[in-house]
């Protein structure tokens, strides 16, 4: 397959975002979920930079962001877009049913909120959740890419042959490692903190000539994946166990019986195909003391997001072992802060004893020899109703302090098997 996308030493003059399949995945399994079960639900999304020494509203004009996020609003899916999501058959069951494919067809983003204020963007996504969860992705995008557009600003055109230059070389090195590692095994997870759209897509289609399909998996970018006969990946993110906690704490049993009830569902919905667990939500220690036996056992694997993956790792290994199950046959995905050191200490690290898999995200999109940001924009409000992330680190924990407070309570005493769950 040969490697076509020119990269253009000056910003082409064209939206960030230019089709609403320039996303992530897992937005629309878990968007037919929200659809199917949560079709009322008003979830409130906040932008959060979490690299705090760069002063965002200082170099994004906020005329160009408006101009971005006004683009996106203007976006409607394509038929051709809808006709490749409707063929979606990768787990052997057809994965989108036509009625959530019409409301695609229906779909228009819903209206922001913008704020200067000092340094900091505020920026939220309320809404219907169905509607709201699209803009996770395309916000992120936008506000990355303007960023680096500024920055490069004060480079020359050959500055910038110079940057991409450095950013092919790193990537070559890479390539390079990993043939050198057949046993890697990786999907690319860089969407969100990507360099730009065309780099993206120029590491993208290096990695799916040089590496696929031995090696390189797939994409979870739909619009890259479709571009390059590449498996689309993902199954759901945090915003699921964030919200369905939220919309359930009438009582403490309430929010505890959430979880599984939520899993259960997600089951009931996909089959075997999507059967990867997101355990560190509210504290992978909480999560393995809650999930039941069964599902444990018939699940395919987890998710590492946080925290030490070599540690997470033989948490679960002894948790598949004290129910007899042999964890070999059991899907590891790391997808936390990766680097091809790490990737390489995680894979020797469980040879043998798990099946490891790697979602590359940052390091790989966006690895130019500039400095990145840590841009997240997370589910704040579920009907009103402030929603929690604790992770496996107390001190990130996200939430009124109350409600922390009240969550690592629930979450984080005895061992509790959901009922009468609600299909």
């Known amino acids: 397959m040969p490697i076509y996308v020119r990269l253009r030493p000056q910003w082409p003059d064209e939206p960030i975002v230019q089709n609403l399949t320039d996303t992530d995945f897992y937005k629309f399994p878990m968007g037919q979920f929200i659809q199917h079960f949560y079709p009322d639900a008003e979830v409130d999304f906040a932008l959060k930079n979490r690299t705090i020494s760069v002063p965002l509203a200082r170099i994004i004009p906020e005329a160009r962001l408006r101009e971005e996020l006004d683009h996106v609003m203007k976006l409607r899916f394509t038929n051709t877009e809808l006709h490749y999501l409707r063929g979606t058959f990768e787990y052997q069951n057809r994965m989108f049913g036509e009625p959530y494919l019409e409301s695609l067809k229906n ?3 819903p209206p922001y909120e913008l704020e200067y204020r000092e340094d900091d963007i505020i920026l939220r996504f309320p809404g219907k959740w169905r509607d ?3 803009w996770e992705i395309y916000g992120l995008e936008i506000i990355n890419e303007l960023y680096f557009r500024e920055l490069l600003k004060q480079y020359s055109t050959f ?3 110079v940057l991409f230059a450095e950013g092919k070389k790193r990537l070559w090195e890479k390539i390079q490692i990993l043939k050198k590692n057949p046993r890697i095994m990786f999907s690319e997870f860089g969407t969100r903190r990507r360099f730009s759209r065309d780099w993206q897509d120029y590491v993208v289609a290096a990695l799916a000539e ?6 390189f998996r797939g994409t979870s970018n739909i619009y890259l994946a479709q571009k390059y006969g590449l498996l689309p990946m993902g199954t759901n993110a945090h915003e699921l166990q964030m919200a369905a906690a939220g919309l359930s704490q009438e009582t403490d049993e309430a929010l505890l019986r959430s979880q599984t009830c939520m899993l259960k569902n997600w089951q009931h919905q996909y089959g075997d195909g999507l059967t990867i667990f997101l355990a560190d939500t509210f504290g992978t220690d909480s999560f393995l003391k809650l999930i039941p036996a069964d599902m444990l056992r018939d699940w395919k694997g987890f998710r590492q997001d946080s ?3 070599i540690a997470e790792g033989e948490q679960w290994i002894k948790a598949y072992e004290a129910i007899g199950v042999d964890p070999r046959g059991k899907m590891m995905i790391a997808s936390d802060g990766l680097d091809i050191e790490t990737m390489l200490k995680i894979e020797e ?12 995200g940052t390091n790989l999109t966006n690895d130019l020899g500039l400095k990145t940001l840590s841009l997240v924009i997370k589910a704040r409000t579920a009907n009103g109703i402030p929603l929690v992330k604790l992770s496996n680190n107390p001190a990130k924990a996200m939430g009124p302090e109350d409600a922390i407070k009240r969550y690592m309570k629930v979450f984080g005493y005895g061992a ?6 609600k299909y």
């Open 132 to 134: 709201s969860t699209y």
């Open 349 to 360: 690290h469980f040879r043998n004893r798990l099946m490891v898999s790697f979602g590359w």
């Open 159 to 161: 500055d910038k042959d």
């Open 416 to 421: 509790h098997q959901a009922t009468d769950c």
């Open 210 to 215: 040089e590496l696929a399909p031995s090696q």
């Open 307 to 309: 925290g030490d993956p």
């Open 107 to 109: 779909y228009a983003p």
